[in-house]
């Protein structure tokens, strides 16, 4: 598992990385974690597109980097 700041790091990595694109390549992540049944897996990029969404956005509840 992950911790917080390593989950925001990855959020952060991928906005970086894939641009307006970010969503899609988590999207792509989830498909091919689903196809192989790996729960954890799908859990961890869920709550990195999470953070990604508050990145993306100006969320009020951002934590503070």
Same mark, same amino acid.
């Given at each position: 598992?992950?911790s ?9 990595? @991928? $906005? ?7 969503? $899609?390549y @988590? ?5 091919? $974690? ?12 869920? @709550?990195?597109?999470?953070?990604? @969404?508050? $990145? ?10």
């Amino acid at each position: 598992m992950l911790s917080e700041w390593e989950l925001w790091a990855c959020a952060h990595h @991928v $906005l970086q990385t894939h641009g307006d694109k970010a969503t $899609l390549y @988590v999207a792509e992540q989830i498909g091919a $974690l689903a196809l192989a049944g790996d729960e954890a897996g799908i859990w961890t990029w869920q @709550v990195i597109a999470e953070r990604i @969404v508050q $990145l993306s956005s100006n969320a009020p509840d951002r934590p503070l980097q």
